[in-house]
């Protein structure tokens, strides 16, 4: 993986920070140019920062003080996407699961130009008035290692994956590898499907270069001779209609013992002459635009901040362009040309061996979908039963319930939400939604528990990137049964994993909460790690029910006994137990930090993470993805080490343990210690109380990940990641595969 070692100490440019108080989604931006001295890696990273008001100078001193011992953003982002891809290399997993691994590193990429590049060009663009950068100051790293990450995605697909899976008879065909009979069979779908479907569309003065959509399959064709009227135009563009498959399967009868495939590109690149009879095509290749898919409305002005995403909805396709991917062998002056039309700086130019959008190969998995050639099935554990003689509330009143996701099912949420919709004893239920999905049996129980004449309140966060349209769509069928729907705060996305459940027993109002580190997103809660609470505490439970009247009157919520919001004082709580490990080693008594994040880039957190190292603190990070801080730098950083895990399930559960002289205070919350969750989010850490649910936190969710020697790699003081193996007297350990076999059925 030499390919992948970057030093990110260098990373130099000017100091662009958001200050956003008014709006949380990139609009608003100012810019000053600091000597390369005074900041380099981190505050040179093109994160967006808390609001002005809210730093402190003690703040920005610290802030000011670590951002020479900060690692780069980007590059850190890149480099948990060169891990997933060497998921794709390893020959020990399934085949139709590392052709996945490629396929999620092309859809990590796709937002990583539609969000973080896209961020960066439209801040040069806003700040000098150029309508496209040059070049952007600082990024020539980024570019560099972002393309080799891309060239050695397409290596391991042409030379390792599609080859070994030529080997198990699933044939991805290209034109030259179609025999008579699959060709034949091709012209005839081309002709029936593909070709009554396309509109080739010759540029002219009255035909002008045509609105392209995000990521969509397009063709650019050079012709010769003169045209139907006698002019000489050359350039043509055809657009591949989305509703086209873009994996085909060919007959049986046309692929011998094998199961044959090709794409749609493909098929049109066979045939695109036919689409120009009597002209000569000169030369022509695929491509596809990455655009801005950032949605934005004037908060200030909007008057339904619904009703205005509904609109920008209808215009996020066609947001400013930030990539441009062509095929391999696409002529120069046609990639020039369309770098002008886009208004594209080359060093986005990305040429690549194969098909522009990989991320469409997941539907040659779903095709050629073989027991052999996936992970075996799992079935999480249903630790909570369920029968209809079990009454879950008297359940939770007796003792909380830990589940960890996908280990364990997360069918006792579902019924949680359910059984109080039912429940001629309950009045009231709140719940947060972040991300649902398109179907969600939990939106439809909300929605009984409406029509059965509950109160109902959901604070649905409509600016949930990439599931504005779905969260749309729920808020508008819950309001029609007569849900009180609430937005969040402006300005702040609510991230909190919440739910809430007020029953009368006995006269009196008994309140059970949910608390969790995901999403209530059917899909997802099979794939990603995470944990959730379900608790009769009444003191935690009323912490929720404060944190549901913050967001809907806009109340600061009173003092509360267990949780730490965001953002009020999550920062704060957080440094404050790391201060408290701090002054237990200064004082020579051990002191131990664990934490479990998907991302660490705080530039607070991570000052006040250094000066317990130098205090001798024992840290240890699990972090999936971006990190920032720099480890086992003498002086600095020795005692802290940093891994991450990349596996079969997507790491996404967030875990801190503060050892506090053996009583280790341990906390699961919806935030990572990032600066938007920590100061422009609504987010929640919640105590896990219960001794036993404690121990089982700290044995599922810390110490298998602090082992695992297979999945496991170590973040290294230049930025660069090296995998952990067994060593010889060791045997191989998975944290993921140990759960599965001690917590599944």
């Not at 362009?321 to 700086?345: D, G, K, T």
Request: net charge neutral; with cysteine.
């Amino acid at each position: 993986m030499g390919w992948g070692q970057n030093n990110l100490a260098n990373y130099k440019g000017p100091l662009c920070q958001l200050h956003d108080r008014k709006l949380p989604i990139r609009k608003h931006y100012c810019h000053e140019t600091v000597t390369p001295s005074a900041y380099t890696a981190f505050m040179n990273a093109t994160r967006k920062v808390r609001p002005a008001s809210a730093m402190s100078e003690a703040d920005e001193a610290a802030a000011s003080a670590t951002a020479g011992s900060l690692l780069n953003r980007e590059l850190s982002m890149l480099a948990f996407n060169r891990r997933v891809l060497a998921q794709a290399e390893d020959a020990s997993i399934p085949l139709l699961e590392r052709l996945k691994y490629l396929c999620i590193v092309s859809s990590n990429l796709d937002e990583f130009f539609e969000v973080r590049i896209a961020s960066l060009i439209a801040r040069v663009r806003e700040n000098h008035g150029i309508t496209h950068p040059v070049s952007l100051p600082g990024l020539a790293e980024v570019t560099d290692s972002c393309k080799a990450l891309v060239g050695q995605q397409y290596a391991v697909l042409n030379d390792q994956v599609l080859p070994a899976l030529a080997a198990e008879g699933i044939q991805l065909l290209r034109h030259v590898d179609r025999d008579e009979a699959q060709r034949h069979w091709v012209r005839d779908f081309f002709e029936k499907e593909v070709r009554p479907l396309l509109t080739p569309i010759v540029l002219d003065p009255a035909h002008p270069f045509p609105q392209i959509v995000n990521k969509s399959l397009n063709f650019i064709v050079e012709l010769a001779g003169k045209d139907a009227f006698g002019r000489g135009t050359s350039i043509a563009v055809i657009k591949a209609p989305r509703v086209l498959p873009r994996v085909i399967k060919l007959p049986s009868n046309t692929a011998s013992d094998s199961d044959a495939y090709c794409l749609l590109s493909s098929v049109i690149h066979a045939h695109i002459a036919d689409m120009f009879p009597g002209r000569e095509v000169m030369g022509f290749s695929q491509f596809r635009v990455t655009r801005d898919s950032d949605l934005w409305v004037d908060e200030e002005e909007v008057k339904n901040l619904r009703q205005a995403l509904k609109g920008e909805l209808q215009t996020r396709h066609f947001g400013f362009a930030v990539r441009l991917e062509v095929a391999q062998n696409c002529p120069e002056h046609l990639a020039q040309f369309l770098l002008e039309q886009f208004v594209i700086s080359p060093e986005f130019l990305y040429r690549v061996d194969g098909p522009v959008n990989m991320v469409r190969l997941n539907e040659l998995i779903d095709y050629a979908s073989r027991p052999g050639l996936r992970f075996a099935p799992f079935s999480p554990a249903l630790s909570v039963s369920l029968s209809e003689n079990h009454d879950l509330f008297a359940m939770i009143a007796e003792n909380d319930i830990l589940l960890h996701h996908p280990f364990e099912s997360f069918q006792p949420v579902i019924e949680f939400i359910r059984s109080a919709a039912e429940d001629p004893n309950v009045v009231a239920i709140k719940q947060t939604i972040y991300r649902t999905g398109m179907n969600s049996a939990l939106m439809e129980a909300l929605i009984a528990a409406a029509r059965n004449g509950k109160e109902v309140t959901v604070i649905v966060e409509l600016m949930a990137r990439f599931d504005e349209e779905a969260n749309i769509n729920w808020a508008d069928k819950l309001e029609k049964v007569g849900a009180q729907v609430v937005y969040g705060i402006v300005g702040l996305k609510t991230h909190a994993k919440m739910a809430m459940v007020i029953r009368r027993e006995e006269g009196k109002l008994r309140l059970y909460a949910h608390l969790g580190t995901g999403n209530y997103h059917p899909t997802t809660t099979k794939f990603y790690t995470d944990f959730g609470l379900l608790t009769a505490n009444q003191a935690m439970a009323r912490d929720v029910n404060e944190v549901f009247i913050n967001l809907t009157s806009l109340t600061r919520p009173k003092r509360l006994t267990h949780l730490w919001v965001a953002p009020f004082d999550l920062n704060k709580e957080l440094i404050k137990a790391i201060q408290k490990e701090t002054q237990i080693a200064s004082e020579g008594r051990s002191a131990h930090i664990t934490a479990k994040m998907n991302a660490l880039q705080d530039a607070s957190i991570i000052q006040a993470l250094y000066e317990a190292s130098r205090a001798g603190v024992k840290i240890d990070l699990i972090v999936r993805g971006a990190c920032v801080l720099r480890p086992g730098v003498e002086g600095l950083s020795e005692n802290i080490r940093v891994r991450s895990i990349v596996g079969r399930f997507l790491e996404h559960s967030r875990i801190f343990c503060f050892h506090n002289d053996g009583q280790d205070d341990l906390y699961l919350a919806s935030a990572d210690w990032m600066n938007r969750n920590l100061f422009r989010r609504v987010e929640v850490a919640f105590p896990v109380l219960d001794k036993t649910l404690k121990k089982r936190v700290m044995q599922e969710g810390l110490q298998p990940y602090l082992k695992d020697n297979l999945n496991s790699w170590e973040l290294d003081a230049d930025g660069s990641y090296h995998r952990r193996r067994p060593r010889s007297d060791q045997a191989g350990f998975s944290a993921q595969e140990f759960l599965m076999q001690t917590l599944g059925r």
